[in-house]
C-alpha cells in the first residue's frame, strides 16, 4: 500500500542555516505530494505541494522538488529563522477518488536564535 | 465561519465511556475527512464524506467508531466503549469539490484521553 517515510527528528539548526527534511513515498500511480506544518498550538497548515513529477513546489521560502526516479519530495529552505520551529508532515493522496491523505510521522524542527 | 471548527478540544473519558465528537466544515465544503494522530505520530486516516454519504470507512480501527453526516455539514465521530489505545487527537478536515483536487483544511482537533 501507498506510504511515507521521513527522516526522524528533532532537527535542531541555528537562525540563518540551511534546511532539508527527507521525505519518501512509495506508491502505485501518480500520487500528489504536500508538505504540512504546524506550528505550537495550532492546527496543520498546508505549506506546499506538487502534484507531478518534476513539479516544483514553494511557500515562505520553502520549496520540495517531485522526483519520481528517486521518489521523494524534499522539503529545503536555504535560511531558517526562530519562528520556522515546528512539526513537518509529508503527505501523499493516492490515485484513489477519495482524496485521502497519507502522513508520514513528522519531524520536528527546532531554531535557535 | 472563517475555518474547520471542532468541539469539545478536549475531552477526558473513563474507559467504557461513549465519546461524541463534532466537527464543522468550512461552509460549503462538499467534503469531510477525520483522521487520528496518536501522540509524536502522523494524522492516520479515519473515514470521508461527500456531502451525506460516508464514502469511504477504511480507516476505522473498529466498529466501536462510528462517524456520520446527516445534512451534509456538521459531522459526529462518536466512540463507543472507549479504551485506552483511543486515547489521541482527533482531526477533521473538509475541502472543496470531489476531495482529489482541492486543500484540504483542517480543524484544531479534539484531544481525547482516556483514562
Known amino acids: 500500500g501507498n506510504s511515507v517515510t521521513q527522516m526522524e527528528g528533532p532537527v535542531t539548526l541555528s537562525e540563518e542555516a540551511f534546511l532539508t527534511i527527507n521525505c519518501t513515498y512509495t506508491?502505485?500511480?501518480?500520487?500528489?505530494l504536500f508538505w504540512y506544518v504546524q506550528y505550537p498550538g495550532e492546527g496543520l497548515q498546508l505549506l506546499l505541494k506538487?502534484?507531478?513529477?518534476?513539479d516544483k513546489g514553494s511557500n515562505k521560502g520553502f520549496e520540495a522538488t517531485y522526483r519520481k526516479e528517486t521518489t521523494s519530495f524534499h522539503l529545503e529552505k536555504g535560511s531558517v529563522q526562530v519562528s520556522d520551529s515546528a512539526v513537518y508532515f509529508c503527505?501523499?493522496?493516492?490515485?484513489?477518488?477519495?482524496?485521502?491523505?497519507?502522513f508520514g510521522q513528522g519531524t520536528t524542527l527546532q531554531v535557535k536564535p | 465561519g472563517a475555518g474547520v471548527s471542532q468541539s469539545p478540544r478536549y475531552k477526558v473519558a473513563k474507559r467504557g465511556q461513549d465519546v461524541a465528537l463534532r466537527c464543522d466544515p468550512i461552509?460549503?465544503?462538499?467534503?469531510l475527512f477525520w483522521y487520528q494522530q496518536a501522540l509524536g505520530q502522523g494524522p492516520e486516516f479515519l473515514t470521508y464524506?461527500?456531502?451525506?454519504?460516508?464514502?469511504?470507512k477504511s480507516g476505522l480501527p473498529s466498529d466501536r467508531f462510528f462517524a456520520e453526516r446527516p445534512e451534509g455539514s456538521v459531522s459526529t465521530l462518536k466512540i463507543q466503549r472507549t479504551q485506552q489505545e483511543d486515547s489521541a487527537v482527533y482531526l477533521c478536515?473538509?475541502?472543496?469539490?470531489?476531495?482529489?483536487?482541492?486543500?484540504?483544511?483542517f480543524g484544531p482537533g479534539t484531544r481525547l484521553t482516556v483514562l
Open positions: 478536515a473538509s475541502s472543496g469539490l470531489g476531495g482529489r483536487l482541492n486543500e484540504q483544511f
Open positions: 506508491a502505485t500511480g501518480y500520487p500528489s
Open positions: 506538487a502534484t507531478k513529477a518534476d
Open positions: 503527505a501523499l493522496r493516492g490515485s484513489s477518488n477519495t482524496g485521502k491523505l497519507i
Open positions: 461552509s460549503g465544503h462538499v467534503s
Open positions: 464524506f461527500q456531502n451525506e454519504a460516508q464514502l469511504d
